[in-house]
């Protein structure tokens, strides 16, 4: 199994600044300033456990090429590339829209690097150089819409390179798996109405975006039906997450047979993260990528390409992270001293009220054609 893997250090240079991704620091309001929990450390201390660990020596390193702003423009409106370009050319940088997804100076260069890293590994697996691969990308991407750059968002990463797969290289049907634990809105808005794109978004409910990710999301028009959300109770552990796996995005795979399966990966659905309250576990990554990969190899090759989302823990995203590559590469595992902790929160066995949300969603897998 050749597994590739992406990562440049200029991913750890975007400059998310001290506002903590929540609001600037305001003394009067009591709000000191933070470091953004959108920062260099979470990508940078999972990158050098994959060195430590001896799990890069197993990898094929990809060196990720710029997108172009024909290939940005693919997904994006040239009035918010030129705001970005422009804005990135300014000595203190600027902000992808919300307030929230701020950027220094070269911020456009870095963003452009993280799209054109996701579009250079989904190039590997498509012409066979890996079998699969994981493009440690920074900035994220999934929540990033056409006009505009929000939740820590600038570019739609995958939307990108998904759109350049089937522009550039002629593939046909995609499917775009997203975990993080945020609605993967940017990337189901792009292919809303596409029926050749199916998203698939396994998120904590209502979380972010605001009201956004509702399980009657299902798509419009063409692409109806190939939109799926499974909005999960907060609190879901690793059975809640593999039972959503085995009841909506494996049988939505097997009936939608993609040319290629890509991945949101975010590993702010761990038991550790700040920004949200469910319980997965790097056991339970470990699994969901084992899953994805057996239905992979069903359908489609086992072609997989994977992209860095979100993921907040400095102290647990690479060991999630590092199961991933671990699984996808075929490699034992190293190690997760932290796994012992939170394996043993009660709750981790399936729960009735998230059985019943995935099950209603598992209803709506037979639309697929
Ligand atoms: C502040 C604020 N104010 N309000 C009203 C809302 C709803 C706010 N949340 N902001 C957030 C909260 C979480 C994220 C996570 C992004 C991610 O990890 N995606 O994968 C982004 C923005
Ligand atoms: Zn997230």
Redesign the pocket.
Known sequence: MTTGYLYHELFGWHDTGTNA???PSDPAAGLQPFVHF?NAETKRRLHELIVVSGLIDKLERIRPVSATEEQILRVHTPEYLERIKTESALPKGGDAGDG?SPFGRGGYEIAALAAGGVITAVEAVLNGTVDNAYALVRP?G??AVASSGM???IFGNLAIAAKHAREALGVGRIAILDW???HGNGTQSVFYDDPDVLTVSLHQDN????NSGAALERGEGEGSGYALNVPLPPGTGDQGYLYAMDSVVVPALRRFRPEIILVAS?F?ASAMDP?SRQMVTSTGYREMTRRLMDVADEVCGGRIAVSH??G?SPVYVPFCGLAVMETLSGQPAFGDPVLPIVSGFAGHDLQAHQKQVIDEVAGFVADIA
Not at 207 to 210: E, R, S, Y
């Open positions: 991704g929540l609001a959108e929230l994220p999934h929540h939740g820590f968002c993080d634990v945020h979380v972010f975006p605001p975010g702010d920004l989302e979100g907040y």
